[in-house]
Nanobody, 122 residues
Framework: QVQLVESGGGLVQTGGSLRLSCTDSGRTVGRYAMDWFRQAPGRDREFVAAISWDGRSTDYADFVEGRFTVSRDNAKNTVYLQMNSLKPGDTARYFC???????????????WGQGTQVTVSS
């Protein structure tokens, strides 16, 4: 059973960095492509980044503009999102999810974590 828990969020100033982690206590994420999404107050949830099951393929939303890097360590059942050059517009709750397509990337979440809050101050 997939049980995703995100961590690493917090308050950071503009231009700062955070690294989010997503760990699966069910030890099954190695089978899935993994996605990151975010949702700001009053806005729809939006896709941020994704990585294939083996880490060979990645996908990013246009707004990332090279600032974020998604990676994974299947031995640790963990997926990461390194976020650099953060902007106030990146303020949102960030969620990880298994990709509904399974091992490949489709930008559609399947199983979801509870999210971690990222706040970027100006």
């Amino acid at each position: 059973q997939v049980q995703l828990v995100e961590s690493g969020g917090g308050l950071v100033q503009t231009g700062g960095s955070l690294r989010l982690s997503c760990t699966d206590s069910g030890r099954t994420v190695g089978r899935y492509a993994m996605d990151w999404f975010r949702q700001a107050p009053g806005r729809d949830r939006e896709f941020v980044a994704a990585i294939s099951w083996d880490g060979r393929s990645t996908d990013y939303a246009d707004f990332v503009e090279g600032r974020f890097t998604v990676s994974r360590d299947n031995a640790k059942n963990t997926v990461y999102l390194q976020m650099n050059s953060l902007k106030p517009g990146d303020t949102a709750r960030y969620f990880c999810a298994t990709d509904r397509a399974g091992a490949t990337i489709s930008r559609r979440g399947g199983y979801w974590g509870q999210g971690t809050q990222v706040t970027v101050s100006s």
